[in-house]
DNA sequence: CTGAAAGCGCTTACAG
DNA sequence: CTGAAAGCGCTTACAG
């Protein structure tokens, strides 16, 4: 199946491939005649340009790459999205590798996209600078979203890691809970670490009890967060509420307390991350710590044009906030803070 | 920031470009002394191949092109983790088009993954020949996954979307339910007409309710969903189940029973399509119509493997069966088919 | 406005 | 086993 190229269309149109090429290219010096003669011809053969010749010609590919930790979560399907439709406004063609929360699939999609020679790169990542390193050396200009690695000087777009869990541990604590488990993220990442570190920074500030059992970590998929639920509720003192830092172990915790006929909201307390359309809908409906994706997404994409732009854009943190909802009622004897 | 390239390589390693790229691409006549040169000198200055000089070159650029219908979308967030992975395996690197339930942008990617000569192309399409000519033309291998354009002769992957429609409407009617709303998807898709048609012919034959108003148009986006949920339940004679045809309706529909005080399972009876984790955590869980979307992604690069041989692979239907939950509880007095 | 020619970074018959 | 050379399909100074 071999495709038609310009050759073809040159010869079809009595015009040099220089002369065709600048017809479809839409340069400025071309005739009338030469104009409808080319134009002709490409619809009539239906020529469709080959984008590696012209890649390889170009410095540019009009593609950026986005590497994300995971599809299957709604919050990176979500943002996913938004990138993708910011990145259309720029024409730019989105290739997406998805790093199944796995450092050496990411690294793979890191030198895949390398390989493809995108115009530019943004990733949600984990791990440090090493895995980083060839990016890094390889000048192609990157935005982190969500997550940022440590000791680089990348630009980014994350959420703020620490309002939201502040206001859930004051929330609760405030409800009179004073046991309080954290399924947290895996500490290879930044928003996991961040997490816990506000989690137990928050802590300090309450009566809440601040004791290492209560703290299980996880790895942002939903089978963690299952087995987070069920260590968690084993414990000899077990916690009245619970707090998940992911919308995939939300998801994995919530399905364990149901399987142990435990009433969320009554007979325990729940606190998910992201505020995926389900949780709403959870009867009672869950209490999540939001953040705006749509908004971190395209925010990502205009970094990225000013990177390749050659600026240097400051980053930008998203605020996060909590949503009560009926998962954790206000106790009439609570505490206050 | 010019990437170091196969002749400085080949410089570096004192031989021609021809043997750099015999060992790089581990042809076997090499020598041992020119493999050890140029491996040294390809790692010592970070050597990575030009993707778009390789594939202008070869005949294949080692891309497969996916064009799915909305990645936010659970079922079809899977189905691309399902097919990107299964096309590592034959090490196609994904390129991810999002059509966003809209034809013009779908078609505007499958002329962008025509441009990018994807060796194969997996969509789950809607519209008629038509949106398909450039593809068809163009003679690339493709291979449908979920849906299916009428009319054409390419291999697809499909679910059975009578067998499971089928059995709920009969488990409703046994339930003693004679008005079912059914809240269709766009008559666009395959999915859509195929759904809306085995429900028509199930009611047919039941006592249930053939009534032209407990049929609503959505889009399978979840603002139609809701659209579509206020829409029956507003009529003067509403049903006492309701039926989505995908998992983002349910979703929308969901929230809107939830909203007007309906206890789902008591007041009205609810199935939803598609089993997503979300939906068995919804108290009552919903009773779903579930297919494998994990096998239907491998099997969809499996198909498109055998395309691309050359091979005319038998298109595949994969089982699918109701799972009932609480949604839908059995009265007691219900009717036997 | 137009064409001939060089070149983007690779791969691969063709000789040797 | 190795190198010189041609060529994949484009774009773009360079002359005219």
Redesign the pocket.
């Known amino acids: 199946m071999?495709?038609?190229?310009?050759?073809n269309v040159a010869d079809m149109a009595?015009?040099?491939?220089?002369?065709?090429?600048?017809?479809?290219?839409g340069?400025?010096?071309?005739?009338e005649?030469?104009r409808d003669a080319v134009s002709k011809a490409a619809t009539k053969l239906g020529?469709?340009?080959?984008a590696?010749?012209?890649s390889?010609?170009?410095t540019s590919t009009q593609t950026i790459g986005l590497v994300l930790p995971d599809v299957r979560n709604p919050f990176f399907a979500d943002l996913a999205h938004a990138v993708e439709q910011r990145a259309r406004d720029f024409k730019y063609l989105t290739l997406f590798g998805n790093a199944n929360e796995d450092a050496d699939q990411q690294d793979r999609y890191f030198d895949i996209m390398l390989t493809q020679r995108v115009d530019g790169l943004i990733a949600a990542p984990q791990g440090n600078v090493t895995d980083l390193q060839s990016v890094l050396d390889s000048g192609v200009p990157t935005v982190f979203v969500d997550r940022v690695i440590p000791d680089t000087t990348v630009p980014s777009v994350t959420p703020d890691n620490v309002t939201g869990v502040q206001e859930a541990v004051r929330h609760l604590t405030n409800s009179g809970h004073r046991r309080i488990g954290y399924i947290a993220g895996p500490q290879s990442t930044s928003t996991g670490r961040e997490r816990l570190a506000a989690f137990q920074s928050a802590l300090a500030d309450t009566h809440a009890d601040d004791d290492a059992d209560l703290i299980f970590f996880g790895d942002f998929q939903s089978a963690s967060g299952a087995a987070g639920a069920h260590h968690l509720l084993e414990l000899p003192h077990p916690p009245t509420a619970l707090l998940a830092a992911d919308s995939l172990m939300s998801i994995g915790a919530v399905g364990v307390c149901n399987e142990r006929g435990l009433t969320i909201g009554t007979d325990v307390a729940f606190v998910a991350y992201d505020d995926i359309e389900a949780f709403s809908l959870i009867n009672p409906a869950l209490t999540v710590i939001a953040h705006d994706v749509n908004a971190m997404g395209r925010l990502a994409v205009d970094l990225l044009t000013q990177v390749i732009a050659g600026e240097t854009p400051e980053s930008v943190i998203l605020p996060s906030r909590l949503i009560v909802r009926g998962s954790t009622p206000s106790l009439p004897g609570g505490l206050t803070s």
Chains 1, 2 share one sequence.
């Open positions: 071999r495709s038609v190229t310009i050759r009595g015009v040099s491939v220089a002369t065709a090429s600048r017809v479809l290219s340069h400025p010096s071309t005739s005649v030469a020529f469709r340009p080959n590696q010749a012209r390889l010609r170009k």
